[in-house]
């Protein structure tokens, strides 16, 4: 038997009402769900057993008053006198986290609940909502990492991205999947590297448009991307999340032919581009690794991208993202044919 404790669960609390009803004693209820007597006894006593009789319902909303209860108070919680020492500490005069916790420590070495370690100072200035109160928090620190723990690094190219185009600093209704026009790009890679095609996925949607590319140089993506993101609607065509490959050199004349913003991930995130990730995932099916993707030619591509949006996507309620895609459209057009 299992030693370790498990607090009741729904199902087994609907057992003890049934089983109490049927007038089973706390013995036997226990043996029917594996538990001590005593852990029956309790819970009937949480529920209340007076006229109305046992109540699950009663019983789970005490037991979660209780452990609320139980949980050790937050040293620094937003809004409070350490919390605030913290940030000001942090923001304004470019402490470290160790230097603070030491600071702390010197000023109360008999009052432990006035001061934290730095790892409680790391874990509370990752744990703020995205937002600029994190940003500021986050790149005041020594490494500026965008996540606990993840080693900082440098790509090819990374040098060509400015601070104002990092992730960081992208609108919450990309994030949020608000509104339609937000993609993510890459490219999926060839026999030896030296053949690709570009892949663009719609955020909201999962609408996908494949690039037919000649090389794999900044200049191949920029007239590739162009191509296909032109024959788009302007309404679906806001911004690109893409990583820090070096393809993306001529992103500042991506931006100005197509009239978009540009986002750059954090090194090493693929996670920042999840739909994208996913979907050249799939796309490998139709394009094997060690495939001479030179010899794909826009019509092939195209075919192979019609297949993807005619999928009926779980994430979309079983539309297709072609639907989707369609819906938003229209929805676009009627609203404009509204205003006027």
């Known amino acids: 038997m299992d030693s370790r404790y498990k607090h009741l669960g729904s199902e087994e609390r609907g057992v003890i009402l049934a089983e109490h009803r049927r007038g089973s004693s706390l013995r036997e209820i226990g043996l029917v769900l594996g538990r001590a007597p005593s852990t029956i006894g309790r819970e009937l006593a949480r529920g209340g057993s007076g006229e109305a009789g046992y109540s699950p319902q009663v019983a789970r909303a005490i037991y979660d008053v209780r452990r609320s209860r139980c949980r050790r108070p937050r040293k620094l919680a937003e809004g409070g006198a350490l919390h605030d020492w913290v940030r000001r500490k942090l923001v304004h005069q470019r402490w470290s ?6 600071r702390l420590r010197a000023m109360h070495p008999d009052n432990p609940c006035a001061r934290v370690s730095h790892e409680t100072i790391y874990a509370a200035i990752y744990a ?10 986050v790149l005041a620190l020594r490494q500026a990492k965008p996540a606990r723990g993840r080693k900082r690094t440098t790509l090819a190219g990374s040098s060509m991205v400015p ?3 990092r992730i960081i600093h ?8 608000l509104i339609p026009g937000h993609w993510e790009g890459d490219l999926i890679k060839g026999a030896f590297n030296r053949s690709s095609v570009g892949t663009l996925v ?3 949607t999962r609408f996908v448009v494949l690039c037919k590319m000649e090389g794999n140089t900044a200049v191949a993506a920029l007239e590739a991307f162009s191509r296909q993101m032109k024959r788009l609607p302007r309404e679906v065509r806001k911004s690109i999340t893409y990583d820090r490959g070096s393809e993306m050199a001529c ?6 032919r197509l009239k978009i913003d540009i ?5 090493h995130a693929p996670w920042q581009r999840g739909s994208n990730e996913n979907t050249n995932g ?3 099916q139709f394009m094997p690794k060690g495939t001479d993707l030179s010899d794909a030619s826009q019509t092939w591509l195209n075919d192979v991208a019609r297949l993807m949006n005619g999928r009926p996507r779980k994430t979309l309620g079983w539309k297709t993202p072609a639907e989707a895609m369609a819906e938003e459209i229209k929805a676009f057009s009627s609203t404009v044919a509204l205003d006027v």
Request: net charge neutral; hydrophobic share 35%.
């Open 97 to 102: 986290p160790e230097q603070m916790a030491a």
């Open 128 to 137: 703020q909502p995205k937002g600029g109160l994190k940003a500021a928090m």
């Open 163 to 165: 601070e104002s185009l």
């Open 170 to 177: 992208r609108p919450e209704e990309i994030e949020a999947r």
């Open 202 to 204: 719609e955020r909201k």
């Open 251 to 256: 992103h500042p004349e991506l931006a100005r």
């Open 263 to 267: 986002w750059f991930c954090d090194p």
């Open 282 to 284: 799939l796309l490998r």
